[in-house]
Antibody, heavy 119, light 110 residues
Framework: QVQLVESGGGVVQPGRSLRLSCAASGFTFRNFGMHWVRQAPGKGLEWVAVIWYDGSNKYYIDSVRGRFTISRDNSKNTLYLQMNSLTAEDTAVYYC????????????WGQGTLVTVSS | QSALTQPRSVSGSPGQSVTISCTGTSSDVGGYDYVSWYQQHPGRAPKLMVYDVSERPSGVPDRFSGSKSGNTASLTISGLQAEDEADYYCCSYADNTRVVFGGGTKLTVL
């Protein structure tokens, strides 16, 4: 069965960096685009970024463009999110999700990893 | 990048039907037939309930149905059950290769 397992979350000071990982299994990872979606405490879902199945294209929400980088290693079935210059507004649970039909919808989600930006 | 507009809460009694609206613009909901809906129980990951406006993934009960008219999409849940109580989010593909979510609607089963 499809499994997505995020890791790498934690408490980090403002201005510092953090890298999240999402280990995929149960499907042919290299055939699917992948997304990061976040949810601030008590708030709604917010799409963050997408990467094409082969890594050829990447798109970001305006608030993270230039600070966050989405990447993938298809040989390791792993998705990444490098987050730099973190601010309190980046505090959220970060989910990875599998793309279907080029951003049309997300059919599988991980359980999420919590990132807390605080001094 | 404004979120799609959803009512903050809706409620209904077991067996009744409820409809959750999701209003966007011609740059997202109105411009594409790529609206999806997600159910989220507290502390859990979102679950896909409807995609491409009105399609249901396998395993989702046919009590859940989606539709769209102009810039507004809707999710209707008929024959409400206690386990339907959750937060529901609409989502749409948008211009310039973006994805936008609604603010979420809390469904209470009375």
């Amino acid at each position: 069965q499809v499994q997505l397992v995020e890791s790498g979350g934690g408490v980090v000071q403002p201005g510092r960096s953090l890298r999240l990982s999402c280990a995929a299994s149960g499907f042919t990872f290299r055939n699917f685009g992948m997304h990061w979606v976040r949810q601030a405490p008590g708030k709604g879902l917010e799409w963050v970024a997408v990467i094409w199945y082969d890594g050829s294209n990447k798109y970001y929400i305006d608030s993270v463009r230039g600070r966050f980088t989405i990447s993938r290693d298809n040989s390791k079935n792993t998705l990444y999110l490098q987050m730099n210059s973190l601010t309190a507004e980046d505090t959220a649970v970060y989910y990875c999700a599998r793309d279907r039909s080029a951003l049309h919808y997300f059919d599988y989600w991980g359980q999420g990893t919590l990132v807390t930006v605080s001094s | 990048q404004s979120a799609l507009t959803q009512p903050r809460s809706v409620s209904g009694s077991p067996g009744q039907s409820v409809t959750i609206s999701c209003t966007g613009t011609s740059s997202d909901v109105g411009g594409y037939d790529y609206v999806s809906w997600y159910q989220q129980h507290p502390g859990r990951a979102p679950k896909l309930m409807v995609y491409d406006v009105s399609e249901r993934p396998s395993g989702v009960p046919d009590r859940f149905s989606g539709s769209k008219s102009g810039n507004t999409a809707s999710l209707t849940i008929s024959g409400l059950q206690a386990e339907d109580e959750a937060d529901y989010y609409c989502c749409s593909y948008a211009d310039n290769t973006r994805v936008v979510f609604g603010g979420g609607t809390k469904l209470t089963v009375l």
